[in-house]
């Protein structure tokens, strides 16, 4: 009899053991999941440098990355984005944002934030690298804009049509650091604007080699030269999002006269008497990036820089596009997110980008599953130590107080021997 007993409360024991060590084995498993998870977040983030200009411009600073996109009715053109950044210097003086160079003359008695980073250095490493983007010490932001369409381009015989084609303006290699393959990329303050990067599919194709720079191809039959060759993303979220076939980057001016632009709204300009003329506007996408001490004013400001109402431009902040509670919006908004009513010809960088913040909000919900689960098993645990405990409230008040006690007791013994020993010396 007793002996059955002895082997119930064995057995008894073993599976409390056993439980407790499938639940000690469960809370590992969360926590290398949530951990894991959050490795490849880190790491997908990592895919999309062009979300990431404000970390590379400054890391001492608060910078703001924003994307502004417009629908295909409006007609933007250079003209637009002008007034459109002037529009934009003049709200952040006024919110006390200067330049370094403006700091330095006074003309500001306002708050000010100065420039200071080493920009020049900057510059020496991208043209040793070959990117032909810089940076201007006075400058208080740098931007881009870029439209999209097609071109035809030949090489001697070799002919490529309707190759897909940016059309770019402003830093735009500077948002957009295309791995280079051989070559450098062409600048916006080029005496020249034939500059042309191709990728290197197409280089493969007009020239069957992908060390050409130098080369000169002609696009609409007028002579453009190969600054660069970059090496395309590959993987299926990049073919998805419009990498599925030759790309070329050359310059607005050069799209907008022999090229044929698909992104937006143009309009015929006469450029000569001969009857030359050219389709200028289509451009879709802007990108700045500035000083932002206080969270969303960048943005704020380029939004009522635009003169536009809010049905024709779609404004993203970059810097925190995948921060916790932006995706915790994506998660909020999944079922209507695709449920888009604005006519806008998005860029494959931004397809991309929507992409990856439905794949990490998703990741974001199994960690808030893996997290939740935690704190629940957390809780249980906790309740069930009070259900069972063997003390009471006022037992542990008992217990502290006579603790409290003891340490007076003991310390003023302590004080009373050290005066007797002063006494005796």
């Not at 409390?16 to 969360?30: D, G, H, N, Q, T």
């Not at 006075?138 to 490529?160: P, R, V």
């Not at 451009?283 to 969303?296: K, L, Q």
């Not at 397809?351 to 808030?368: F, K, P, S, T, V």
Request: proline fraction near 2%.
């Amino acid at each position: 009899m007793k002996t059955d007993k002895i082997l119930a409360f064995i057995n008894r024991i073993k599976e409390k053991a056993l439980k407790s060590k499938k639940i000690v084995l469960l809370v590992i498993l969360l926590l290398l999941v949530d951990i894991i998870l959050g490795l490849i977040s880190r790491y997908l983030t990592g895919l999309l440098p062009e979300q990431h200009e404000a970390e590379r411009w400054s890391e001492d600073r608060r910078m703001a990355q924003v994307s502004v996109f417009f629908t295909e009715d409006q007609l933007i053109d250079q003209d637009f984005i002008k007034k459109m950044e002037f529009n934009f210097g003049q709200m952040l003086v006024n919110d006390g944002i200067v330049s370094e160079e403006d700091a330095a003359s006074g003309k500001s008695a306002k708050p000010q934030i100065v420039e200071t980073i080493d920009v020049s250095k900057t510059g020496e490493e991208n043209a040793s690298s070959g990117e032909g983007a810089s940076k201007n010490e006075a400058c208080l932001f740098t931007s881009c804009y870029s439209a999209q369409g097609i071109t035809t381009m030949s090489f001697e015989k070799k002919t490529a049509e309707n190759v897909t084609t940016i059309g770019v303006g402003g830093d735009f290699f500077l948002f957009h650091p295309l791995e280079l393959v051989s070559g450098q990329f062409f600048g916006a303050n080029d005496l020249m604007q034939d500059g042309v990067v191709i990728d290197e599919d197409l280089a493969w194709q007009l020239f069957g080699s992908n060390d050409v720079a130098g080369q000169m191809i002609t696009i609409n039959e007028v002579p453009h030269y190969v600054t660069g060759v970059v090496k395309r993303q590959e993987g299926k979220m990049s073919e998805a999002s419009g990498l599925n076939a030759s790309m070329a980057y050359i310059s607005y001016d050069s799209l907008c006269k022999y090229g044929t632009i698909l992104s937006g709204r143009t309009k015929n300009v006469q450029l000569s008497e001969d009857g030359k003329s050219a389709n200028f506007g289509g451009i879709n996408c802007y990108e700045i990036v500035s000083p932002n001490p206080v969270d969303g004013l960048v943005k704020k400001d380029i939004t009522e820089s635009t003169g536009l109402d809010q049905r024709y431009i779609s404004v993203i902040d970059n810097t925190d596009r995948f921060t916790f509670f932006s995706l915790i919006n994506v998660i909020s908004t999944f079922i209507t997110r695709s449920m888009w009513n604005k006519a806008i010809f998005y860029p494959y960088w931004e397809n991309a980008a929507r992409g990856y913040e439905d794949i990490l909000a998703l990741i974001l919900l199994i960690r808030l599953i893996c997290r939740a689960t935690l704190i629940l098993m957390a809780v249980i645990f906790i309740v069930n130590l009070y259900r069972h405990k063997t003390w009471t409230v006022s037992g542990v008040v008992s217990y502290l107080s006579d603790k409290k006690y003891d340490y007076e007791v003991r310390r003023k013994e302590k004080k009373e021997n050290k005066l007797k020993e002063k006494e005796e010396e």
